[in-house]
Nanobody, 123 residues
Framework: QVQLVESGGGLVQAGGSLRLSCAAS????????MGWFRQAPGKEREFVAA????????LYADSVKGRFTISRDNAKKTVSLRMNNLKPEDTAVYYC????????????????WGQGTQVTVSS
């Protein structure tokens, strides 16, 4: 069992940066691939970024590639998402996810979700 708590969301101007964090509890954290998803108003939840259990492999949605960076610290049981050059279309609730499977194009979501953190980018 894994519990996830996100933090770091907020309001930022276009071109700005934010860093999201996801704190996990549970002894099996180190064995899980981790990822971030987001959901904008009126839209379906979409994959953003994923990282393997070791941190050796990462995957990004095309819309954020080159702007976002995912990382993890297994000793601290945290996963972070550094978001640079933010755009208004990045506005969404961002969710941390654990236990999924990384494919060639996305993270197939796992069973564990955080409560979400709001990111709002003004133009």
């Amino acid at each position: 069992q894994v519990q996830l708590v996100e933090s770091g969301g907020g309001l930022v101007q276009a071109g700005g940066s934010l860093r999201l964090s996801c704190a996990a509890s549970g002894r099996t954290f180190r064995s899980y691939a981790m990822g971030w998803f987001r959901q904008a108003p009126g839209k379906e939840r979409e994959f953003v970024a994923a990282i393997s259990w070791s941190g050796g492999s990462t995957l990004y949605a095309d819309s954020v590639k080159g702007r976002f960076t995912i990382s993890r610290d297994n000793a601290k049981k945290t996963v972070s998402l550094r978001m640079n050059n933010l755009k208004p279309e990045d506005t969404a609730v961002y969710y941390c996810n654990a236990g999924g499977t990384i494919t060639s194009v996305r993270l197939e979501e796992g069973d564990y979700w955080g409560q979400g953190t709001q990111v709002t980018v003004s133009s």
